[in-house]
């Protein structure tokens, strides 16, 4: 047990499984109207789009300030 909890734990540290999920919950707005469908859709993609832009991909080095203004 306590080894699936520590894949999960790795799992949930990645953006690519956030994304993953967010898309999953995304799909589910098939099976309703096509004005819910449309909004759950622009959500879950603006969600995936936050994700992607606040996460950092494991592996990445940190990025160094820009100081571009000196």
Same mark, same amino acid.
């Given at each position: 047990? %306590?080894?699936t909890?520590?894949?999960?734990?790795? &799992?949930? @540290? &990645?953006p690519?499984?956030?994304r993953g999920v967010? $898309?999953?919950?995304t799909?589910f707005g098939?099976a309703?109207?096509?004005q &819910? @469908? %449309? @909004?759950?859709? $622009?959500?879950?993609? @603006?969600?995936?789009?936050?994700?992607?832009v606040?996460?950092k991909d494991?592996?990445t080095?940190?990025?160094e300030p820009?100081n571009?203004?000196?």
């Open positions: 047990m %306590e080894k909890l520590d894949w999960l734990k790795r &799992q949930l @540290a &990645q690519s499984t956030w967010l $898309a999953l919950l799909s098939i309703i109207s096509p &819910q @469908a %449309e @909004a759950i859709t $622009a959500a879950g993609l @603006a969600l995936i789009g936050l994700v992607g606040f996460t494991p592996g080095p940190p990025r820009n571009a203004g000196k």
